[in-house]
């Protein structure tokens, strides 16, 4: 045998053993990979487009599925009647799933429409009480049709107070939102406008059993004592946890109502108050409130000093508050890039304009119909495909859309967008 014949069986060798040993490796793998197709079969785990199919068929996804909660009492929780608690406990008997405190519910109603026949409207109510296993409270506020105007009332709210009893049948949502509060030990400062004080009961009512010695504030502003919400309960609060600093403002006190007894401060709650009121030291904030209250406090903690990341907050509508760090978002810069929104299904093309709120409001202000609920980015009613571009938010929304949708009530154009609707 020559040298070159015996070094061309030696390279056939090692081909032949590599050969060999790539097929062994890939025959694994197709085993694995047929191993769990199958197990991924016997647990109903749909993959890709399996599961972007299935969900498109049955027009809504896992994660929207509503249960048929009981309405166990009704309790009104303030002196001038408009705030009533509503105590839920599921109708199959089943566990309730948990939450975090600040979280909220989503309703599915049939409430009473103009003609006279019903229509299916969605609405979100945080929770208002710490967790517990045996019920979820809500406490809603009747909203009234605003002074000296001929639009009908709000629907839902007045639906809860004046059509929902002990015994009616919701259809509720799990429990959902980034709005709650954290396990820390950092003092926390709650500061709840109206009836943004619905988080603010869960997350105290959790802190203080479950983190008795955690510093907690909670600065509360309403226009009189008659709109204080469990104010006996926050007394109450007060009195036995002497690491609780509960400070009632009221921006309109009745004539007989006497700072220092029935409330400790006069007018709105400001930055000024709080830098005031607080001792030194680093604070988690939440803050729930009407819009104006937030769009002014939100940036004049950042002002402050607070770390952005101490500063949470949710809207119950829509607000536009706006961080220093979102200040150079695309929405600003979008007036010079010549962003268009096409809107396909209604055959409409526009050009952009950054002061036009979000996306909702821009379509329906170019009278282009869109579902909508919460408008606040938290129960989905508005989510809609993207055909081609991209759409960006201030604040990570709490309901999170499917790939390749956005949610138009707090989203506006990154690029020159086509959405579906
Ligand atoms: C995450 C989250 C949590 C929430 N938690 C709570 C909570 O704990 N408690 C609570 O009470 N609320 C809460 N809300 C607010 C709640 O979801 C509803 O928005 C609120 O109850 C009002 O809904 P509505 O259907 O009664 O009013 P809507 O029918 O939506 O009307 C709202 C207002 O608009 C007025 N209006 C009606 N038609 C028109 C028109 N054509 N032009 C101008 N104005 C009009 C109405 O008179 C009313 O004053 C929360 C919202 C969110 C997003
Ligand atoms: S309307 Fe509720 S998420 Fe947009």
């Not at 166990?72 to 406990?89: G, N, Q, T, W």
């Not at 919400?229 to 007060?238: C, F, S, T």
């Not at 960006?392 to 154009?413: H, I, K």
Request: aromatic residues 10%.
């Amino acid at each position: 045998m020559t040298s070159f014949s015996l070094l061309l069986w030696i390279v056939f060798g090692i081909a032949l053993q590599l050969a060999l040993w790539l097929s062994i490796g890939f025959w694994h793998h197709w085993l694995n990979y047929l191993a769990l197709r199958s197990r991924g079969a016997e647990l109903n785990v749909p993959t890709g487009q399996d599961a972007r199919r299935a969900s498109e068929k049955a027009g809504v996804g896992p994660r929207q599925d509503f249960r048929t909660f009981r309405v166990d009492r009704k309790v009104m929780e303030d002196a001038a009647h408009s705030v009533c608690s509503f105590y839920l406990v599921p109708e199959d008997g089943q566990p309730l799933p948990t939450f975090l405190p600040g979280q909220f519910l989503t309703f599915r109603l049939d409430a009473p429409a103009s003609a006279g026949d019903s229509e299916q409207i969605i609405r979100c109510y945080s929770l208002s009480d710490a967790p517990c296993p045996d019920y979820y409270r809500i406490s809603i506020k009747r909203m009234p049709a605003p002074l000296g105007s001929d639009v009908p009332p709000g629907r839902s709210s007045n639906y809860f107070h004046d059509r929902i009893t002990a015994g009616s049948l919701l259809q509720v949502r799990v429990p959902s939102g980034h709005f709650h509060i954290d396990r820390g030990d950092t003092p926390v400062v709650l500061v709840a406008g109206g009836i943004g004080i619905t988080p603010m009961l869960s997350m105290l009512n959790w802190c203080l059993s479950e983190q008795p010695g955690r510093e907690l504030w909670l600065f509360y502003g309403v226009r009189d004592g008659r709109e204080l919400v469990m104010k006996a309960h926050l007394e109450a609060l007060a009195a036995k946890h002497p690491n609780f600093h509960l400070h009632l403002c009221f921006s309109n006190p009745l004539p007989e109502e006497i700072a220092g007894r029935d409330y400790q401060h006069r007018g709105r709650i400001d930055v000024g108050l709080l830098r005031m009121q607080l001792p030194f030291r680093s604070y988690h904030f939440y803050i729930c409130g009407p819009a104006p209250m937030m769009e002014s406090l939100v940036p004049a903690l950042e002002e402050w000093g607070v770390p952005d990341s101490h500063i949470h907050f949710e809207a119950f509508g829509p607000a536009s508050i706006k961080r220093k760090q979102a200040q150079a978002s695309p929405v600003a810069e979008a007036a010079d890039t010549g962003i268009v929104v096409t809107f396909a299904r209604s055959g409409k093309q526009l050009p952009w304009r950054p002061d036009a709120g979000s996306l909702l409001e821009f379509a329906e202000a170019n009278g282009i119909a869109v579902n909508s609920g919460c408008r606040a980015g938290s129960c989905g009613t508005c989510q809609t495909a993207i055909r081609t571009g991209e759409v960006s938010y201030r604040e990570p929304p709490d309901f999170d859309p499917e790939p390749g949708s956005c949610l138009l009530c707090v989203g506006v154009p990154r690029t020159s967008v086509t959405l579906e609707v």
